[in-house]
């Protein structure tokens, strides 16, 4: 009788392992999988397109995904008013191929700096072409609102 219970124990322990195990299989490197399925927008190389702060956006073909984490700064002089300098604005984004998380690349959009509004990650090229919307002095823009243009080329 104790044989009996020891096996189904046993068995109980290795089911509970199975089980979790697949869970941690199924995990994506970005730091809340819920905004992935949520949020995830197919896109293509060579092609630009519009993604939005924390969204995902997939380049099928090349099992990519870009994730839109964060505005480090943004002090683009406001459209309703005028100023001497431009301003900058500047974007993160997390690069994941397959399973593997690629890290982050920092993009800028300022002029003068276009070369900052490029970067090259495992072969992928990374291009800023904007940033939405544009300041003005009587709205702040909240995280949430920013949208980025971006094209992906190999």
Request: hydrophobic share 40%.
């Amino acid at each position: 009788m104790k044989i009996q219970q020891f096996y189904q124990f046993f068995l109980a322990i290795v089911a509970i392992g199975l089980v979790s195990g697949c869970d941690r299989s199924m995990a994506t490197p970005f730091a809340n999988s819920n905004d992935r399925a949520t949020t995830e927008m197919a896109a293509k190389l060579d092609r630009q397109f519009e993604i939005r702060y924390d969204q995902v956006v997939r380049i099928p073909a090349e099992d990519l995904d870009l994730k839109f984490t964060d505005v480090v700064g943004d002090s683009r002089c406001p459209s309703d008013t005028q100023c001497v300098f431009q301003g900058r604005v500047e974007i993160v984004l997390q690069v994941v191929r397959g399973d593997r998380d690629l890290g982050n690349v920092n993009l800028v959009r300022q002029a003068g700096l276009e070369n900052e509004a490029m970067a090259t990650i495992d072969g992928y090229s990374i291009q800023l072409i904007d940033v939405k919307p544009y300041p003005q002095t009587s709205q702040p823009i909240e995280l949430s609102n920013y949208r980025a243009i971006v094209e992906v080329s190999r």
